[in-house]
């Protein structure tokens, strides 16, 4: 089970951090990703990192904003998203999985999904 938090209303190039906590009978052993999905639009890749934190990958439309990292002994997994615009506005949703490295930005990838929290950015 996912759990997703830290969404909410902030302002052209304010920052959030979300968080997605990961619980159940697990080995820990799983990427964990994010993925948006703004209104009418398809739900897209955002942020991975693997068990360890060794591997990350972002989008190109966030990199250089946004941070993925991961706490391996709580299961938790976070997204820093600075220098936030408008066009980041959508519902965010973690997931895991255990996709290779060339996959990680692959929605079918991923096998568990939380329920997603909305990030708000006004101009």
């Known amino acids: 089970q996912l759990q997703a938090s830290g969404g909410g209303l902030v302002q052209t190039g304010g920052s959030l951090r979300l968080s997605c906590a990961a619980s159940?009978?697990?080995?820990?052993?799983?990427?964990m990703a994010w993925f948006r999905q703004a209104p009418g639009k398809e739900r897209e890749f955002v942020a991975a990192?693997?068990?360890?934190?060794?591997?990350?990958c972002l989008a190109n439309s966030v990199k250089g904003r946004f941070t993925v990292s991961r706490d391996k002994a709580r299961y938790t997994n976070y997204l820093q998203m600075d220098n936030l615009s408008p066009e980041d506005t959508a519902i965010y949703y973690c997931?895991?999985?255990?996709?290779?490295?060339?996959?990680?930005?692959?929605?079918?990838?991923?096998?568990?999904w939380g329920q997603g929290t909305q990030v708000t950015v006004s101009s």
């Open positions: 990192i693997n068990w360890n934190g060794g591997a990350t």
């Open positions: 997931a895991a999985g255990r996709p290779i490295l060339s996959s990680f930005g692959m929605r079918s990838a991923y096998n568990y």
């Open positions: 159940g009978r697990t080995d820990g052993r799983f990427v």
